[in-house]
């Protein structure tokens, strides 16, 4: 059983930036992919990047594209999502994900994720 657990998120201005942390245990973390996905009030919880075992691919989501990057340090079981030039649109819940039956493809679907963290609170004021 994997665990994970973010950590990094607060409050920011507007233009700001901030570095969330997602700490794992209890897996092989070099074999995982894992994503970043975020959930604001009242909506759905979306994808945001997702970085790949295998050789360290990326993808984002659109509406983070060229802003945020995703990276991880496999000696640490830590995977990171730097958030630049930050919008008041990302106020979210943001919760990391790793996902291993689909491992050989990156994914965006929320469902193919097999573990999941508490998630942790990212407020951009304008």
């Known amino acids: 059983q994997v665990q994970l657990v973010e950590s990094g998120g607060g409050l920011v201005q507007a233009g700001g930036s901030l570095r969330l942390s997602c700490a794992a245990s209890?897996?092989?973390?070099?074999?995982?992919?894992m994503g970043w996905f975020r959930q604001a009030p009242g909506k759905e919880r979306e994808f945001v990047a997702a970085?790949?075992?295998?050789?360290?691919?990326?993808y984002y989501a659109d509406s983070v594209k060229g802003r945020f990057t995703i990276s991880r340090d496999n000696a640490k079981n830590t995977a990171y999502l730097q958030m630049n030039s930050l919008k008041p649109e990302d106020t979210a819940v943001y919760y990391c994900?790793?996902?291993?039956?689909?491992?050989?493809?990156?994914?965006?679907?929320?469902?193919?994720?097999?573990?999941w963290g508490q998630g942790t609170q990212v407020t951009v004021s304008s």
């Open positions: 970085i790949s075992w295998r050789d360290d691919s990326t």
């Open positions: 994900a790793a996902d291993w039956r689909s491992r050989y493809v990156l994914t965006t679907t929320r469902s193919r994720y097999d573990y």
């Open positions: 209890g897996g092989t973390f070099g074999t995982y992919n």
